[in-house]
């Protein structure tokens, strides 16, 4: 009887789990739709700056009518920071671009060792390879962007 006990337990667990995950995940959608992804910014602009730039176009995004508006705005007219127009692009945000997402309701990831053998490792050792290669790309590309700005700074 124990054992069937905590076995009920564990499944009524999982599905208090699940309903959390489906909650995180909805409001995590929520907040995509209300979200806008400005490219070409200096790593160096803080929110405080980006939100009185956004300021120009109304409040900071409340829905995803305001959004939409805020990426055609972008598009239409420049960007003023500090009174100076910025090339920047926008486009609306989707779910991948927030570290910070929880999984997705129903979706289980597996993790298992890979043998020298098998039919996948290939595949694998040349994803893992090209994962830090990128990584290295990435931080080579934003430390070469911060010393053209520190320069670009040096000689304004």
Same mark, same amino acid.
């Given at each position: 009887?124990?054992?069937?006990? %905590? ?6 667990? #999982?599905? %208090? ?26 790593? %160096?602009? &803080? ?66 060792? #890979? ?10 050792? &040349?994803? &893992? ?6 990584? &290295?790309?990435?931080?080579? %590309? ?15």
């Amino acid at each position: 009887v124990l054992v069937n006990c %905590l076995y009920f337990g564990e499944i009524y667990f #999982l599905h %208090l789990m699940e309903a959390v995950f489906e909650e995180e995940y909805a409001a995590l959608e929520n907040k995509v739709k209300r979200s806008v992804y400005i490219d070409n910014l200096s790593p %160096l602009v &803080k929110e405080s700056v980006i939100k009185a730039a956004l300021d120009q176009f109304g409040n900071v995004i409340q829905n995803a009518d305001e959004a939409r508006t805020i990426i055609s705005e972008i598009r239409n007219s420049p960007f003023m920071i500090s009174g100076m127009p910025r090339p920047v692009r926008a486009r609306p945000a989707v779910v991948e671009m927030f570290d910070d997402r929880p999984r997705k309701p129903d979706r289980m990831i597996m993790c298992y060792w #890979l043998k020298s053998n098998e039919p996948d490792f290939e595949v694998a050792t &040349k994803m &893992k390879r090209t994962v830090r290669k990128h990584v &290295k790309e990435a931080n080579f %590309l934003l430390k070469r962007q911060l010393e053209e700005e520190e320069q670009l700074a040096k000689e304004q």
